[in-house]
C-alpha cells in the first residue's frame, strides 16, 4: 500500500492513513483525514484518523504539544483535521494486528481542525451498526464513507479497470455512443427528453446502444466496447435500476462461437483479477441450449452451484401401451393430456412438518401450480405420502428413485402443462437451493443458454414479439423457417414455422442471474425486414424507428454480434450483494427516487413554458 501511497502526498499530507509502518518509525509526517474515533485520557487524547486508505492512530500528549493537545480537545467523530508529528513504534503489547498502521502510532506535534461536522445520522465507524436504508440513501455520502461501500466501490472500479484492460488487449475500441437517441426497443420504456429546439420532438435516452454499436460494425470499427449507461423506464426490483451500466460489445466477421469464447475467456481473466480468491466452478462454462436449460432447471438463467435437477416422472406413469396407469386421478390427467409430471427431490426436508410442506404449496400455486405433490422417502427408506394410497407402494419408490433421492429426500412432484410445470419446479429448485444452503456462496457458478427461440406470440398484438432483441439473427438452419402460413410476413398467425425459428442468442448466467445477453444479429436489409415484419412493424413505423440500420445495411454490413453484460448485476455478484443498489455510487429507491437529491421533483416553470409543455394531470394522481 505504500507505494500506491507515496504518489498520493499533497501540501496536506506526506501520507496517506494507511500508508505508515515500523520502517517508517522516527519519520516526521503529516496526515489529514476524518477523526475515526477518539478516547479523551485528559492529559493524553488517542485518535483514529481516517481516509480512504485506511486507519492511523495519533496520540497528541498535552506535556509534548500544549497547542496541539488544546486543539484536539475539540476535535470530534467526523471533523476533518489535520496532523503534523512524530512515528513511534507502538509500546510493546498495545499493537494492533488488525491494522496495516498498527505496529506505529504518530505522536502529534501539531493539529488543525481544517472542518466542522455534524453528528452524523447513523455510525460511520462501525460497520455492523444497523442503518435505517432510506437514510442511507439520503444521506449517501456519508453511507460510502463506511467501510463496506467503499469497499465495494473499489470493487467496482477494479471491475471496470480489468473490463478495459482485457478488451483493449483483444483489439477494442471503445467508443462513446449519445444518450440523446431515438428509441431503441429492450422490452422496456424509453425515457424520453423534449427538445427545446424542436418544440413537439422528444429524444429518447438509449434503453442499450444496440443500433450504433451495429453502426460502428457497418462502418469499420471492427470490435467495439464500451461501459455504457442504459435507461429503461420499468419497475424497480433488487436486480433493476432505472439507470445502470453495461459493458456492451460488438464484433464483426464473427459467428456465435467466436462471441461466447471471447466473452468467456474475458469474464475468466477478469473474475481472476478482480476476486482471485473465488473459485469458478466450471472451465469451459456448461452450455445449454434454452430447451435443456428450461428441461432440466426450469429457468433460463440456472444456479449451477447445485443439483436439484428436474425430473420427467412420465416414464413410471405409463403401462406397456403408453396409457396413464398410476392410480393418481391427477397424474393420470396430466399424462393423458399430453401434460408433464415432473418433480424435484429435496435434501433433507423428509421430516418437514406440515406447515412447511403447507407452505410450500402455497408458494407452487403462487407461481401459477394448481398443486404440489410429494414423496417423503423416510431415513430408513420407507415412503410417506397423501397420495401413497393411490400409487401403492412399488410406485412411490419407482418414482422417487427417478427423482434421485436419497433417504431423508422430499420428493416435490407437479403435473401440468410443460411450461407451469417447468417453471414452477424451476422456482422452486432456486428458492429451496440457496434457503437449505445448498448453494456454496464462495463459488461462481457461469454458464451459457443458447438457442433460443426467435419470437415468442403475442395473442393480442397477432404478432411474433422478439424474445430478445429484434435484431437477433435466426440459427442459419433454420432461415427457411422465417415464413409465415399465408406466405405475408406482414399477416403472421400463431402456426407460423416462424414459431419454431431458434434465435443465435446466448445468454450468460451467474449464480441464477441473468448475467448478460447477446446475439450474432442479422446483417441483411431484406431478412431484418422480414424479421421486423412478423414482429408486426408497419413499414411506416419500421421506417421510422429502424431507417438509418436499415439504409446502412445496403453500405456493405458485415456479418456482426455482441452481447452485453449488467456491470451493477456482476459487481454485486462479487461482492456477495443481493442488491445492485449496494455496487451503485448514488442508486435510486423502489420508487425511482433520489432521495439525496430530491429526484424526480417539480421543473421550473420556464422550463416547461420554453419547452411549450403543461403538465395536464393524470387520472387518478395528483397533478
Ligand atoms: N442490446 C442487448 C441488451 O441490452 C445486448 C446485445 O444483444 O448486445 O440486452
Given at each position: 500500500m505504500t507505494d500506491a501511497s507515496?504518489?498520493?502526498?499533497t501540501s496536506y499530507r506526506t501520507h496517506t492513513c494507511g500508508a505508515l509502518r515500523a520502517t517508517d518509525v522516527g519519520g516526521d509526517v503529516r496526515l489529514a483525514g476524518w477523526v475515526h474515533r477518539r478516547r479523551d485520557h485528559g492529559q493524553l487524547i488517542f485518535l483514529d484518523l481516517r481516509d480512504r486508505h485506511g486507519i492511523t492512530q495519533v496520540v497528541i500528549d498535552a506535556a509534548d504539544a500544549p497547542d496541539a493537545h488544546a486543539v484536539a480537545s475539540a476535535a470530534r467523530s467526523e471533523y476533518v483535521v489535520m496532523v503534523g508529528g512524530t512515528v513511534a513504534a507502538r509500546l510493546p503489547g498495545t499493537e494492533n494486528a488488525k491494522l496495516p498502521t498498527g505496529a506505529i502510532e504518530v505522536q502529534a506535534t501539531a493539529f488543525t481542525i481544517l472542518n466542522e461536522a455534524k453528528t452524523p445520522p447513523f455510525y460511520i465507524n462501525d460497520p455492523d451498526a444497523p442503518v435505517d436504508e432510506s437514510l442511507r440513501l439520503k444521506f449517501r455520502y456519508l453511507d460510502i464513507r463506511r467501510d463496506p461501500m467503499q469497499q465495494r466501490l473499489l470493487l467496482r472500479s477494479r471491475l471496470v479497470q480489468s473490463i478495459r484492460e482485457v478488451h483493449h488487449a483483444n483489439g477494442f475500441v471503445e467508443v462513446e455512443t449519445p444518450n440523446l437517441i431515438k428509441s431503441t426497443p429492450e422490452g422496456a420504456r424509453d425515457f424520453i427528453v423534449p427538445s427545446r429546439l424542436q418544440p413537439g420532438s422528444v429524444y429518447a435516452l438509449p434503453q442499450s446502444p444496440q443500433q450504433l454499436k451495429q453502426l460502428l460494425m457497418v462502418a469499420g470499427v471492427d470490435r467495439y466496447f464500451q461501459i455504457a449507461r442504459c435507461f429503461r423506464d420499468e419497475d424497480l426490483r433488487g436486480d433493476r435500476q432505472p439507470e445502470f451500466t453495461q459493458l456492451d460489445l460488438e464484433m464483426s466477421f464473427v459467428d456465435e462461437a467466436a462471441v461466447m469464447d471471447f466473452v468467456e475467456a474475458m469474464t475468466i481473466e477478469v473474475t481472476k483479477a478482480v476476486v482471485p480468491d473465488r473459485p469458478i466452478q466450471a472451465v469451459p462454462f456448461p452450455r445449454f441450449t434454452y430447451d435443456e436449460a428450461i428441461e432440466r432447471y426450469g429457468s433460463d438463467k440456472p444456479d449451477l452451484r447445485f443439483g436439484l435437477e428436474l425430473v420427467d416422472l412420465a416414464p413410471d406413469l405409463r403401462n406397456a401401451d403408453g396409457a396413464p396407469s398410476s392410480g393418481f386421478r391427477v397424474f393420470d390427467e396430466a399424462i393423458a393430456a399430453g401434460n408433464r409430471v415432473k418433480a424435484i427431490a429435496v435434501p433433507g426436508?423428509?421430516?418437514?412438518?406440515r406447515s412447511r410442506i403447507d407452505e410450500l404449496t402455497e408458494t407452487a400455486r403462487r407461481f401459477g401450480a394448481k398443486g404440489l405433490a410429494y414423496l417423503a422417502v423416510e431415513p430408513e427408506g420407507t415412503i410417506k405420502s397423501p397420495i401413497l394410497k393411490f400409487l401403492g407402494e412399488d410406485l412411490a419408490e419407482r418414482l422417487a428413485a427417478r427423482a434421485g433421492a436419497n433417504p431423508g429426500d422430499l420428493v416435490l412432484i407437479v403435473a401440468d402443462t410443460t411450461d407451469v410445470a417447468n417453471d414452477v419446479l424451476g422456482r422452486l429448485r432456486a428458492d429451496l437451493g440457496v434457503r437449505l444452503g445448498?448453494?456454496?456462496?464462495?463459488v461462481l457458478a457461469y454458464c451459457w443458454v443458447h438457442r433460443f427461440p426467435m419470437y415468442k406470440w403475442d395473442e393480442e398484438g397477432a404478432r411474433w414479439d422478439a424474445t430478445h432483441n429484434p435484431f437477433s439473427g435466426v440459427v442459419p438452419e433454420d432461415e427457411v423457417l422465417l415464413t409465415t402460413v399465408s406466405g405475408d410476413p406482414t399477416r403472421p398467425s400463431r402456426d407460423d414455422p416462424a414459431g419454431r425459428a431458434r434465435a443465435m442468442q446466448y445468454d450468460i448466467a451467474l449464480n441464477g442471474w441473468e448475467l448478460g445477453g447477446g446475439s450474432v444479429r442479422i446483417w441483411r436489409r431484406d431478412l431484418l425486414e422480414q424479421s421486423f415484419a412478423l414482429q408486426g412493424y408497419s413499414e411506416g413505423r419500421m421506417r421510422n424507428m429502424f431507417g438509418a440500420i436499415l439504409d446502412a445495411f445496403e453500405y456493405g454490413a458485415p456479418p456482426h454480434g455482441g452481447i452485453a453484460l449488467g456491470i451493477d448485476r456482476w459487481a454485486a455478484l462479487l461482492a456477495y450483494q443481493t442488491n445492485i443498489r449496494e455496487v451503485m455510487a448514488f442508486p435510486k429507491t423502489q420508487s425511482g427516487n433520489d432521495p439525496m437529491l430530491d429526484a424526480p421533483s417539480e421543473p421550473d416553470p420556464t422550463q416547461y413554458a420554453e419547452l411549450g409543455l403543461k403538465f395536464v394531470g393524470l387520472p387518478g394522481k395528483p397533478s
Amino acid at each position: 500500500m505504500t507505494d500506491a501511497s507515496a504518489s498520493l502526498a499533497t501540501s496536506y499530507r506526506t501520507h496517506t492513513c494507511g500508508a505508515l509502518r515500523a520502517t517508517d518509525v522516527g519519520g516526521d509526517v503529516r496526515l489529514a483525514g476524518w477523526v475515526h474515533r477518539r478516547r479523551d485520557h485528559g492529559q493524553l487524547i488517542f485518535l483514529d484518523l481516517r481516509d480512504r486508505h485506511g486507519i492511523t492512530q495519533v496520540v497528541i500528549d498535552a506535556a509534548d504539544a500544549p497547542d496541539a493537545h488544546a486543539v484536539a480537545s475539540a476535535a470530534r467523530s467526523e471533523y476533518v483535521v489535520m496532523v503534523g508529528g512524530t512515528v513511534a513504534a507502538r509500546l510493546p503489547g498495545t499493537e494492533n494486528a488488525k491494522l496495516p498502521t498498527g505496529a506505529i502510532e504518530v505522536q502529534a506535534t501539531a493539529f488543525t481542525i481544517l472542518n466542522e461536522a455534524k453528528t452524523p445520522p447513523f455510525y460511520i465507524n462501525d460497520p455492523d451498526a444497523p442503518v435505517d436504508e432510506s437514510l442511507r440513501l439520503k444521506f449517501r455520502y456519508l453511507d460510502i464513507r463506511r467501510d463496506p461501500m467503499q469497499q465495494r466501490l473499489l470493487l467496482r472500479s477494479r471491475l471496470v479497470q480489468s473490463i478495459r484492460e482485457v478488451h483493449h488487449a483483444n483489439g477494442f475500441v471503445e467508443v462513446e455512443t449519445p444518450n440523446l437517441i431515438k428509441s431503441t426497443p429492450e422490452g422496456a420504456r424509453d425515457f424520453i427528453v423534449p427538445s427545446r429546439l424542436q418544440p413537439g420532438s422528444v429524444y429518447a435516452l438509449p434503453q442499450s446502444p444496440q443500433q450504433l454499436k451495429q453502426l460502428l460494425m457497418v462502418a469499420g470499427v471492427d470490435r467495439y466496447f464500451q461501459i455504457a449507461r442504459c435507461f429503461r423506464d420499468e419497475d424497480l426490483r433488487g436486480d433493476r435500476q432505472p439507470e445502470f451500466t453495461q459493458l456492451d460489445l460488438e464484433m464483426s466477421f464473427v459467428d456465435e462461437a467466436a462471441v461466447m469464447d471471447f466473452v468467456e475467456a474475458m469474464t475468466i481473466e477478469v473474475t481472476k483479477a478482480v476476486v482471485p480468491d473465488r473459485p469458478i466452478q466450471a472451465v469451459p462454462f456448461p452450455r445449454f441450449t434454452y430447451d435443456e436449460a428450461i428441461e432440466r432447471y426450469g429457468s433460463d438463467k440456472p444456479d449451477l452451484r447445485f443439483g436439484l435437477e428436474l425430473v420427467d416422472l412420465a416414464p413410471d406413469l405409463r403401462n406397456a401401451d403408453g396409457a396413464p396407469s398410476s392410480g393418481f386421478r391427477v397424474f393420470d390427467e396430466a399424462i393423458a393430456a399430453g401434460n408433464r409430471v415432473k418433480a424435484i427431490a429435496v435434501p433433507g426436508l423428509a421430516d418437514a412438518p406440515r406447515s412447511r410442506i403447507d407452505e410450500l404449496t402455497e408458494t407452487a400455486r403462487r407461481f401459477g401450480a394448481k398443486g404440489l405433490a410429494y414423496l417423503a422417502v423416510e431415513p430408513e427408506g420407507t415412503i410417506k405420502s397423501p397420495i401413497l394410497k393411490f400409487l401403492g407402494e412399488d410406485l412411490a419408490e419407482r418414482l422417487a428413485a427417478r427423482a434421485g433421492a436419497n433417504p431423508g429426500d422430499l420428493v416435490l412432484i407437479v403435473a401440468d402443462t410443460t411450461d407451469v410445470a417447468n417453471d414452477v419446479l424451476g422456482r422452486l429448485r432456486a428458492d429451496l437451493g440457496v434457503r437449505l444452503g445448498l448453494a456454496d456462496p464462495n463459488v461462481l457458478a457461469y454458464c451459457w443458454v443458447h438457442r433460443f427461440p426467435m419470437y415468442k406470440w403475442d395473442e393480442e398484438g397477432a404478432r411474433w414479439d422478439a424474445t430478445h432483441n429484434p435484431f437477433s439473427g435466426v440459427v442459419p438452419e433454420d432461415e427457411v423457417l422465417l415464413t409465415t402460413v399465408s406466405g405475408d410476413p406482414t399477416r403472421p398467425s400463431r402456426d407460423d414455422p416462424a414459431g419454431r425459428a431458434r434465435a443465435m442468442q446466448y445468454d450468460i448466467a451467474l449464480n441464477g442471474w441473468e448475467l448478460g445477453g447477446g446475439s450474432v444479429r442479422i446483417w441483411r436489409r431484406d431478412l431484418l425486414e422480414q424479421s421486423f415484419a412478423l414482429q408486426g412493424y408497419s413499414e411506416g413505423r419500421m421506417r421510422n424507428m429502424f431507417g438509418a440500420i436499415l439504409d446502412a445495411f445496403e453500405y456493405g454490413a458485415p456479418p456482426h454480434g455482441g452481447i452485453a453484460l449488467g456491470i451493477d448485476r456482476w459487481a454485486a455478484l462479487l461482492a456477495y450483494q443481493t442488491n445492485i443498489r449496494e455496487v451503485m455510487a448514488f442508486p435510486k429507491t423502489q420508487s425511482g427516487n433520489d432521495p439525496m437529491l430530491d429526484a424526480p421533483s417539480e421543473p421550473d416553470p420556464t422550463q416547461y413554458a420554453e419547452l411549450g409543455l403543461k403538465f395536464v394531470g393524470l387520472p387518478g394522481k395528483p397533478s
